[in-house]
């Protein structure tokens, strides 16, 4: 019995190392690509445009039809669920305010968050694996290349401009789908409801979920950049690593997404 508690606590114990030592990678990495993105040119290795765009035309254009589908299912539930839920009271006429809230400040830049995480966070944990494998960037290093620069900073750069603007693109499918349902079911105008959208919502709601959308791209480019600079075990292991990618960036949002609202909204 003694023994087997030991066992259970060593096993913690390497746990943690290994988290503690995990975090302490990704804020070396992100503050190696700070630094690259800031002083490369001085450096005389700019951070070139070509792969920065590259990135931003697989993270954001192909994204699109995946997060126009969802983002329209998520307002139509929105407002399905909000009706039915203020019948109860009469107040089904109020039921705008709580879909354009719900999208903009929370909804969009989750799903959009998780759906990037899926897509690209996943890719970018399996190129970097399979890299690692093949020793590609041991490569780079002897050619006196950084491989942060070459190939964090173009990803992490494409992230965090596209997905605030792929969370601004799900608000307005979201609204849109949204309110055809409310002005089937309640018997009023699309342009009513557009209007009544724009006076309830404020700029601060709006800035609310695109400074969550860019917190979650940089959470999402570090997690995959950590777990395919830490795959071993071949081909097997860049499957696991790319899994434990997906699930721990997954993780990483909503925790983030908790903390940002209950410091924001105190």
């Given amino acids: ?3 087997r508690v030991l066992d259970v606590l060593e096993n913690v114990g390497r746990a943690a190392t290994r988290g503690v030592a995990e975090l302490g990678f990704a804020a070396s990495l992100l503050g190696q690509s700070v630094y690259w ?12 445009l070509a792969p920065i765009f590259a990135q931003g035309m697989d993270i954001g254009i192909a994204a699109l039809p995946i997060i126009t ?6 307002g139509l539930m929105l407002a399905i669920q909000g009706i039915y839920t203020l019948k109860t ?8 305010l709580g879909v354009a809230l719900s999208t903009v400040r ?3 830049p989750l799903i959009t968050g998780i759906l ?3 897509r690209s966070g996943s890719a970018l944990a399996a190129r970097l694996g399979t890299m690692r494998i093949n020793q590609e960037i041991d490569s780079l290093t002897v050619m006196g290349i950084s491989p942060v620069r070459f190939l964090v900073v173009p990803p992490l750069v494409a992230m965090v401009v596209l997905m605030p603007l792929l969370t601004l ?13 409310i002005a089937i079911e309640l018997q009023t105008t699309f342009a009513a409801y557009a209007d009544e959208v724009l006076s309830l919502l404020k700029l601060n709601d709006l800035l609310h979920g695109l400074a969550k959308s860019a917190i979650f791209a940089v959470l999402v480019t570090i997690v995959g950049v950590v777990n395919g600079a830490s795959v071993t075990g071949g081909a097997e292991g860049v499957g696991r690593m790319t899994t434990r990618s997906v699930v721990h960036a997954i993780s ?3 925790v983030t997404d908790m903390l940002f609202v209950f410091m924001v909204t105190r």
């Avoid at 993105?37 to 070139?48: D, Y």
């Avoid at 693109?169 to 349902?181: F, I, K, P, S």
């Fill in 106 to 108: 929370e909804f969009s």
């Fill in 89 to 96: 009271f009469g107040a089904e006429s109020r039921v705008t």
């Fill in 252 to 254: 990483a949002i909503v």
């Fill in 169 to 181: 693109w799900a608000d307005l499918v979201g609204l849109a789908a949204a309110g055809l349902y």
């Fill in 1 to 3: 019995m003694r023994d």
């Fill in 37 to 48: 993105l800031v002083l490369g040119r001085a450096r005389k290795q700019p951070v070139r």
């Fill in 116 to 118: 990037v995480a899926g």
């Fill in 69 to 74: 589908v969802l983002a329209a299912t998520i």
